[in-house]
């Protein structure tokens, strides 16, 4: 499958429409396409802008009465050139959006919002556009390197019975909290896990509720994640597969046998 085949299928992709074959072959496809990957991505976070932006306001009575003079339904009045405007300039606003939306660094995500911010940091992780700061597919060497390099405690990578396979570690901020990683693969999919403070999700308000011991689940475009407390850190697990994959990857976190 090449680029164009891909994202003409991108709507039966994001909506997980269409037969298995498909669904197979765009995901072979991203798993070696970057620029698609952004593309998908791109993609998904603008229509979840445009429905949250019409979900947001209420059809006024004016505007459903235009809706029924122009299907008909209603005896036009002398509006018409009225109707034609506001249709235009409708049109225009979404093309304003969408060209304003496609000029937008694929960076820029909502800053209080821990799901969006790991999202991005696992497709740059993904797709090679941010290097892995240590490589490494010993969960012993990994968690003695990030031991060294934040100041809360880190416990090591799940175990492989969970079906994570760490391949290397790093650490960044996520809403000027500081945060360890962890990169991956689970059944060759890539896989992120996010470490903070348990503390840090003070700074997260929608995501505030997995301190009471809730494991919440979310989906940012086709990326899936799962994020809990254990212990004194709250981890985040993000990747494009079945969220109970990801899920057993996050309560089997720092679980893995060793000795200190």
């Known amino acids: ?23 197979f072959r765009i995901e072979e496809h991203l798993a070696n396409c970057p620029g698609c990957v952004e593309w998908f991505h791109k993609q998904s976070r603008l229509e979840d802008l445009l429905v949250q932006k019409l979900a947001a306001h209420t059809p006024e009575p004016e505007l459903w009465n235009r809706v029924l003079v122009a299907s008909g339904l209603v005896k036009p009045a002398s509006t018409r050139r009225w109707i034609l405007f506001s249709g235009m300039a409708a049109c225009a606003a979404a093309v304003v959006l969408l060209l304003l939306w496609n000029g937008r660094p694929s960076s820029a995500v909502t800053a209080n919002d821990i799901v969006e911010l790991t999202s991005n940091w696992h497709e740059r992780l993904a797709t090679g556009k941010e290097p892995l700061q240590f490589r490494s597919q010993s969960d012993l060497e990994v968690e003695d390197y990030l031991r060294h390099q934040v100041s809360f405690p880190v416990r090591c990578p799940p175990r ?14 996520l809403a000027d909290q500081p945060a360890a990683y962890l990169a991956g693969h689970v059944d060759m999919t890539p896989v992120s896990i996010f470490v903070m403070r348990r503390e840090s999700l003070a700074a997260f308000p929608h995501q505030r509720a997995a301190m009471h011991g809730k494991i919440q689940r979310s989906r940012a475009g086709s990326l899936e994640s ?18 109970d994959k990801l899920d057993r990857v996050l309560r089997a976190y720092g679980t893995y046998p060793h000795h200190l």
């Open 1 to 23: 499958m090449n680029c164009n085949e891909a994202r003409q299928h991108w709507n039966l992709y994001h909506d997980s429409e269409g037969d298995v074959e498909l669904h």
């Open 160 to 173: 492989k019975d969970a079906g994570f396979a760490v391949q290397g570690a790093g650490v960044c901020r």
């Open 226 to 243: 799962v994020l809990g407390v254990i212990d004194r850190n709250a981890v985040l697990v993000v990747g494009r597969t079945d969220p």
